[in-house]
């Protein structure tokens, strides 16, 4: 499986990004059991779950991007989503895509957005 992440760059406090991850080599029936998830790290802090979709279509987000974030997933393209708006400068962070399989976990690369105050 491999997860391809891309949407990030800078941008103005108060603007908006979109996150697109497209998944490969992976089977359309594991893809249809697995949640989908936004992780982020910035530096000095650890990694955390900013958003998920789960297998069922329940969406889940951080307090801290609530309201804000969106988390949305084609199955068709085999693609996840995370539309950001309202981005504040604490939002400054590298953001990964997960897939969580029920045999294990996948990874995509990371893509840094980067919000100037």
């Known amino acids: 499986v491999q997860l391809q992440a891309s949407g990030g760059g800078l941008v103005q406090a108060g603007g908006s990004l979109r996150l697109s991850c497209a998944a490969s080599?992976?089977?359309?029936?594991?893809?249809?059991?697995?949640?989908m998830n936004w992780y982020r790290q910035s530096p000095g802090n650890q990694r955390e779950l900013v958003a998920s979709i789960t297998s069922g279509g329940t969406t889940v987000y951080a307090d801290s991007v609530t309201g804000r974030f969106v988390i949305s997933k084609d199955f068709s393209k085999k693609r996840v989503y995370l539309q950001m708006n309202s981005l504040k400068p604490e939002d400054t962070a590298v953001y990964y895509c997960n897939i969580r399989t029920p045999g294990r976990d996948y990874w995509g690369q990371g893509t840094q957005v980067t919000v100037s105050s």
């Open positions: 080599r992976i089977i359309t029936s594991v893809l249809w059991q697995s949640d």
